[in-house]
């Protein structure tokens, strides 16, 4: 959709989001970041507001595969002709199944759109279960491939657990693709944008939180260590850190939105996409690159 558009949206969710976590108790001081795990910046590369402006994953199949990134201009036009006008943060397996988060502005579905190792492209209908959100933010897959998370925009205190597309075998394009389990956290999240996992237990997260009221710092990098790995056979908590704040720079200033996020297992480099204000938008909106150390 046009940024304008998106802004305005993202602006009205925030400000719901608000109004329900002044209703909440006083909220939990940051949660130190572990000296293990610091990201350092390492570069950045421009991102183009069209086409990088929303999400990004790296592809390990077919070798040589090319970095992927979403954002509005990717959305396939007979997609938009039906409704599903924004892409979120795409992942992809390490066996090379390709996922992509559609929503829509009415209605009562998501969507996850599916390429297979081999290119063939499917899609994947998922039915909202009760008091769930129509934002379908982000999706992250686990190491072993069978299960997928997804993100839901405002605050919240879980992400959802769904089988992977195509790699689950109970999953099928004919049929609803169920909502399984949850990660239940210990803290509330706001906006989170993207995550990916980078072990079978950990995840990295990006999110736009714009007030800082949770964590003492605004556009955090998060941390998620999860109690297990997430399974279909029941819901596992989540313990959020939040580990550094995002680089928010620019020729313009204004309101910076954070957006997806990919872990590079291969190199052990992890990506963010922050687009700039106003009209550096489309001038100096970066992809940042980190390492640990």
Not at 114 to 131: F, I, K, M, N
Not at 168 to 189: F, W
Not at 272 to 283: E, H
């Amino acid at each position: 959709m046009p940024l304008r558009v998106r802004q305005r949206c993202h602006a009205a969710l925030t400000a719901l989001a608000a109004l329900a976590t002044a209703a909440l108790c006083v909220a939990q001081p940051a949660a130190a970041a572990p000296a293990a795990d610091v990201w350092n910046e390492a570069g950045s590369d421009r991102a183009d507001p069209l086409t990088e402006s929303q999400g990004l994953a790296s592809v390990e199949v077919p070798a040589g595969s090319p970095n992927r990134y979403t954002g509005i201009g990717t959305i396939p036009l007979g997609l938009a002709a039906r409704g599903w006008n924004h892409v979120g943060d795409p992942d992809a397996s390490h066996e090379g199944h390709y996922v992509e988060p559609y929503q829509r502005d009415d209605g009562d579905t998501k969507m996850f759109r599916l390429q297979t190792p081999d290119g063939r492209w499917s899609e994947y209908v998922h039915t909202l279960a009760p008091g769930e959100a129509r934002n379908n933010s982000w999706v992250a897959i686990s190491p072993d491939g069978r299960w997928m998370l997804a993100g839901e925009w405002g605050t919240m205190d879980r992400l959802l657990v769904f089988p992977t597309p195509g790699a689950n075998p109970v999953t099928s394009p004919s049929a609803d693709i169920p909502l399984v389990a949850t990660v239940r956290l210990d803290r509330p999240v706001r906006d989170v944008q993207g995550c990916d996992f980078s072990d079978a237990t950990t995840l990295l997260c990006s999110s736009d939180d714009p007030e800082g009221s949770l964590f003492g710092i605004t556009k955090p990098l998060l941390r998620v260590d999860l109690s297990a790995a997430p399974t279909g056979a029941g819901d596992v908590t989540g313990r959020v850190t939040a580990l550094r704040r995002l680089p928010l720079r620019s020729a313009c200033s204004g309101s910076f939105e954070v957006e997806g996020v990919d872990y590079d297992r291969r190199t052990g480099t992890l990506r963010v996409i922050v687009l700039s204000p106003g009209f550096c938008v489309l001038t100096d909106s970066k992809t940042y690159r980190f390492t640990r150390g």
